[in-house]
């Protein structure tokens, strides 16, 4: 493990940042790492990142030269991105990752793809309207009615929810079949899932009560039992 802390980390990317989101993330998860590209985009914040890790690519020269070598992590393989190679070595409550949201699609499929892996720590994606992460075993958010709840597995998924306009109960979701997006709360919501692979995707507001949750929620690779 490269970055192992007690208390949340922020995680920036190379992608799409909005104004203030790293001030923000910081504020709340203080110790920060970059995913290689990221480095040049927190430095060009005023934020010196404490490790960059990833395969190098994009980091600039100007940049590498600027930080001190005992930080930065070269990971060389290719069949990983960034986000995957610097997540899996970060040991963390949980992760706050900015940057990796509203540059190229492609990039933010993989992103999501890398939310549901088993990896060491929690992630929550922070975009500029909305945060994604994997919903873990139980949830229980202070909505509030007419709020946006999207909802989109990864893979076949089932699961069990109150304060939402359109309960799951009884759904069979799945990526190539029914899906949750624009679902709206009705109140306070709650979502009990029967297996990993669901995507949840609510309203920046909710963020400093999401990250508590889900650093307090047991790992969906560990043995605790479904109720």
């Known amino acids: 493990m490269i970055v192992e802390q007690n208390e949340p980390v922020t995680l920036i990317g190379g992608g799409a940042v909005a104004a203030g ?3 923000l993330a910081l504020s709340l998860a203080p110790f920060l790492v970059a995913a290689d590209g990221g480095a040049d985009l927190a430095l060009s914040e ?3 990142p404490q490790a960059v890790i990833g395969d190098l690519d994009s980091l600039s ?10 930080t930065i992590y070269e990971i060389a393989e290719q069949s990983s991105t960034d986000f995957h190679k610097a997540l899996r070595h970060i040991k963390a409550p949980v992760v706050l990752a900015v940057g990796f949201l509203g540059a190229r699609v492609d990039h933010q499929l993989a992103s999501f793809n890398t939310l549901v892996q088993v990896l060491s720590s929690p992630c929550i994606l922070l975009g500029e309207h909305e945060l994604v992460f994997h919903v873990p075993r139980e949830i229980s958010l202070a909505t509030e009615a007419g709020e946006t709840v999207s909802l989109f597995p990864m893979g076949p998924v089932t699961a069990e929810s109150t304060g939402l306009q359109w309960p799951l109960s009884g759904l069979k979701m799945s990526p190539m079949g ?25 309203p920046r507001r909710h963020l400093p009560q999401l990250m508590q949750q889900i650093a307090q929620a047991p790992p969906w690779s560990s043995k605790v039992a479904l109720r």
Do not use: F, W, Y
Request: charged share 15%; net charge positive.
């Open 178 to 202: 029914n899906i949750g997006t624009s679902n709206r709360a009705v109140g306070p919501m709650s979502l009990t899932m029967e297996g990993p692979g669901l995507l949840g995707i609510i």
């Open 46 to 48: 005023g934020r010196i």
């Open 21 to 23: 989101d790293l001030d």
């Open 61 to 70: 020269n100007i940049v590498r030269k600027q930080l001190a070598p005992n």
